[in-house]
C-alpha cells in the first residue's frame, strides 16, 4: 500500500478522509478479507493522530466492512453466505422498484446520461479496468434511482451502497454484466414500468449468482 499524503484541517474532515480512503482500499481489494486495521500504522499512514483513525475503523465497523475480532485486533470483514443473500435480497426489492419509477418518471436528459454511462462502461470493459468499470456500473445505477425521483428510496439504499460495491467488484464477468445494463436501459427508455422491472431483477439475480460462484464456488449458487 502506498503511503498517503498527510491531511490537515478540522477533525470530522480529517476523519472523513481517513473513512473515504479505507472503504475504498477495502471495494477495490488493497485491504482483503482477514487484513488487520492497525490504527498506529494507519495514522503514521496518514500522517494523524490515532483519534480520526479510531473514528473512521468505527464508522467501517457500523457500514459492516470490518469487525473488532478483540479489543485489540481489527479485521477486514470475511463475507458470510448470509451477508452475500441479506444485501441481494434488499438490492432485489430496493432497485427492481426503482427501475419501473424510473422507466415512467425518465426524461430525455436522464436517458441521455445513462447512455453516456454505458459508453464509458463499454470503455473500461474493452480495456479491462476493473477499478474504472465498478465506478461506471455504481454511477450507473445511482443514476436509475435518481431518475426514479423518489428521495426516501435514495436515503435508504445509501448505507448499503459500498457494501454493493464491494460485492460488484468481485463480479469478473464484465462483458456479461455490460449487456445486462444495456438492456435494462432499453427498457427504462422504452417507458414500459413492467418491462424494466422484470429486467432489472433478472439483472440482479444475475449478478447475486456470479458473486455467490465467485465467492464460495457453484455449490453455493442459489437455484432460483
Not at 435480497?89 to 422498484?97: G, H, S
Not at 418518471?105 to 463499454?122: F, I, V
Not at 461506471?136 to 443514476?143: A, G, K, Y
Request: proline share 4%; net charge neutral; no cysteine.
Amino acid at each position: 500500500m502506498s503511503p498517503t499524503t498527510a491531511k490537515t484541517g478540522p477533525l470530522g474532515t480529517v476523519r472523513e478522509h481517513v473513512l473515504a480512503t479505507l472503504r475504498e482500499d477495502i471495494i477495490a481489494g488493497r485491504l482483503g478479507p482477514g487484513d488487520r486495521l492497525v490504527e498506529r500504522e494507519l495514522a503514521e499512514r496518514f500522517g494523524v493522530s490515532r483519534v480520526p483513525v479510531r473514528e473512521a475503523i468505527r464508522a467501517l465497523v457500523a457500514e459492516g466492512f470490518v469487525l473488532f475480532e478483540s479489543a485489540r485486533r481489527t479485521v477486514v470483514r470475511r463475507l458470510a453466505p448470509d451477508d452475500v443473500r441479506e444485501l441481494f435480497e434488499l438490492r432485489e426489492a430496493l432497485e427492481v422498484y426503482a427501475a419501473g419509477l424510473a422507466a415512467s418518471r425518465a426524461t430525455r436528459g436522464d436517458l441521455k446520461e445513462l447512455r453516456e454511462l454505458l459508453g464509458e462502461a463499454t470503455a473500461a470493459t474493452e480495456a479491462g479496468d476493473a477499478e474504472t468499470i465498478t465506478d461506471v456500473n455504481t454511477r450507473f445505477h445511482d443514476r436509475i434511482l435518481a431518475t426514479a425521483g423518489n428521495a426516501l428510496l435514495v436515503s435508504v439504499m445509501e448505507p448499503v451502497d459500498g457494501r454493493l460495491r464491494w460485492l460488484t467488484r468481485r463480479n469478473t464477468k464484465w462483458s456479461e454484466l455490460l449487456t445486462e445494463h444495456r438492456e435494462l436501459y432499453e427498457a427504462i427508455a422504452s417507458g414500459d414500468p413492467e418491462r424494466a422491472r422484470a429486467h432489472a431483477l433478472a439483472h440482479v439475480r444475475a449478478t447475486h449468482r456470479s458473486t455467490v460462484r465467485h465467492l464460495f464456488g457453484e455449490d453455493a449458487v442459489p437455484q432460483s
